[in-house]
């Protein structure tokens, strides 16, 4: 039977709703494309909702939430808009506060940690100088170390950052790229870049890129030296083998700070058996001054559609994963077996 369509009226009262819908309206984009069921028409602080009884029903309790949350937090972003109107809001999406601000950034741009594996990551910082931070595209997790790594520079924790990855395009043989080291490993680096930028201005990191206050180390260039006094960040780890994890751990020297990134679902060294990453972890796990946070769905921040995507790869992935290979007993075992 065809349910009944309604048209309600919404009034969003005690919030600043530019501040709730987002500039240029994006969280109410985001929650138009997170309730296609209904039709939603927001003037101010009214909103008419247009759909089936129940769904206009479902409609306003999760906005009802999200208002709750607003003003009791004074802070919204898409993880939580998506949260309200998804999985329903948990704890999984926590209130932000002057104490989760890791660095105020370009523009007066406030950098913090935005969700419960980013603050971990932050807290673990502060007792711990090596870090392992592994997890799904999209949850902060480089983003977060390159915003610590820019606050230990600020306030003179360290003299350097130095920034290295597996060139695994190009086999770790650079050679035959043009120009001198940081050009071969401009096109590897530039989500890297792209967090810097955000952080640093302009000519200021222009400036420390050619003295070396900023440095590009391809992972292959690694060998022989040692890190003092810098804050080293090793992207993209999952690409690393044993041998190449365990030479870059060991370049740790005197008051350095090193993270180490990685997302286990993104090999793309020609068998996957050869990344050295979990190993590692697994090794090093019970050392004092050693910290490891697994991030997961939870805490992707980019498009809300790449929490899906993820998961959507993660169901096929399993869907295309042997099955395990059953021995079927017969008599003539247990005979042998007796003899």
Do not use: W
């Amino acid at each position: 039977m065809t349910q009944e369509s309604i048209n309600k009226e919404i009034l969003i009262e005690g919030v600043d709703t530019r501040e709730l819908y987002g500039a240029q309206d994006v969280y109410l984009e985001q929650m138009r494309t997170l309730s296609p069921a209904v039709k939603i028409i927001a003037r101010g602080s009214s909103m008419k909702v247009l759909g089936a009884k129940r769904e206009v029903a479902s409609f306003e309790r999760k906005m009802n939430a999200l208002v709750e949350y607003y003003i009791k937090y004074g802070h919204i972003s898409t993880e939580v808009v998506s949260q309200a109107f998804s999985d329903g809001l948990s704890d999984s999406v926590e209130p932000v506060s002057d104490r989760d601000t890791i660095v105020y950034g370009n523009n007066g741009n406030i950098i913090r940690a935005r969700t419960v594996n980013q603050r971990r990551l932050v807290e673990l910082y502060e007792r711990n100088d090596l870090l392992f931070a592994v997890g799904p595209a999209g949850s902060g997790k480089t983003y977060t170390a390159i915003a610590l790594a820019v606050k230990a520079l600020k306030e003179r924790e360290v003299r350097r950052i130095i920034l290295t990855r597996p060139a695994v395009e190009a086999g770790e043989k650079l050679g035959f790229l043009p120009g001198d080291m940081k050009d071969k490993l401009d096109p590897y680096l530039q989500p890297l870049y792209d967090a810097l930028n955000d952080m640093i201005p302009a000519a200021k990191l222009q400036k420390y890129l050619e003295d070396g206050t900023v440095q590009i180390a391809p992972l292959a260039y690694m060998r022989g030296r040692t890190l003092d006094n810098a804050f080293v960040i090793l992207d993209e780890a999952q690409n690393t083998t044993r041998s190449q994890i365990k030479m870059f751990l060991t370049r740790m020297g005197r008051n350095a700070k090193f993270i180490v990134t990685g997302d286990m679902t993104q090999i793309d060294l020609p068998r996957k058996s050869d990344s050295g990453l979990m190993g590692a972890m697994a090794t090093l796990r019970d050392i004092e001054g050693i910290g490891m946070v697994e991030f997961d769905k939870r805490d992707i921040v980019r498009h809300h559609l790449v929490k899906y995507i993820v998961e959507a790869f993660d169901r096929a992935a399993e869907k295309e994963a042997p099955a395990p290979v059953v021995r079927l007993r017969h008599k003539h075992d247990d005979e042998r077996n007796n003899e």
